[in-house]
């Protein structure tokens, strides 16, 4: 167990669970995303759904939406920020068959109508699990820098995808794979001990049969304001 396992993260609160929490799944979708969000409906499920809006858990994912971390002071504004962002977002709630109780579904689109839909869950303590990215699923915290990779399911692409890896010298922590149907649309991810860089990024976005890739740097989700 770490330290940060017992003192739980520096976030402005109340609630790790479903303040630091939500915080971060609105972060990581907003890295999921590649660009600001424009529009954006936040569906609370269970208990974020029954508790949330006493514990600035709305607001807190409209922070994160916003690039906010855990410990900004402002995140009790997001609202008024959002507004004067231009970010138009709806919150709402939905039953989620076998979800966590802390799980929202956050739905977006960029300023460039990029779509996106993430399924994320506040798991305790700050932490979370991507649990869904465009109704696949998946199962990810952003503990660690995290490559993701969406292609056709096609052989080839994941040699492919740990060889650009091996030739810029990152160590992969894990690797799951995820598809719909055989021959269908399948979701890479790779938890890695080393930063991605935009030259990764970019070569295996001109791959054949890839369709989108992002890269999550560990310091994207963990280094406060004064460090950013």
Do not use: W
């Not at 402002?74 to 970010?87: E, K, N, V």
């Not at 930063?195 to 999550?216: C, H, N």
């Amino acid at each position: 167990m770490r330290l940060f396992d017992v003192l739980g993260p520096v976030m402005t609160g109340p609630s790790s669970s479903h303040t630091a929490g939500a915080v971060r799944i609105g972060l990581t979708a907003r890295n999921l995303l590649g660009e600001t969000p424009k529009t954006a409906e936040i569906l609370l499920h269970g208990s974020f759904a029954a508790t949330g809006r006493g514990h600035g858990t709305d607001r807190a994912l409209v922070a994160g939406l916003l690039g906010m971390l855990p410990d900004d002071e402002r995140i009790p504004d997001s609202f008024s920020l959002a507004q004067q962002a231009g970010l138009d977002y709806t919150i709402g709630t939905v039953v989620l068959r076998g979800a966590h109780p802390n799980t929202a579904l956050l739905r977006l689109e960029g300023v460039s109508g990029r779509k996106l839909e993430v399924m994320g869950a506040s798991i305790g303590g700050g932490r979370i699990n991507i649990c869904q990215i465009d109704g696949i699923t998946t199962n990810f915290g952003g503990d660690h820098n995290t490559l993701i990779v969406h292609n056709q399911d096609t052989p080839g692409h994941v040699a492919e995808v740990t060889t650009a890896l091996a030739q810029r010298g990152i160590n992969i922590a894990t690797m799951q794979l995820y598809r719909s149907t055989a021959g269908g649309y399948a979701v890479m991810v790779l938890e890695c001990d080393q930063p991605l860089p935009d030259t990764l990024i970019a070569e295996l976005r001109g791959m054949q049969g890839i369709v989108k890739v992002t890269g999550l740097n560990l310091a994207q989700q963990t280094e406060t304001r004064e460090g950013a």
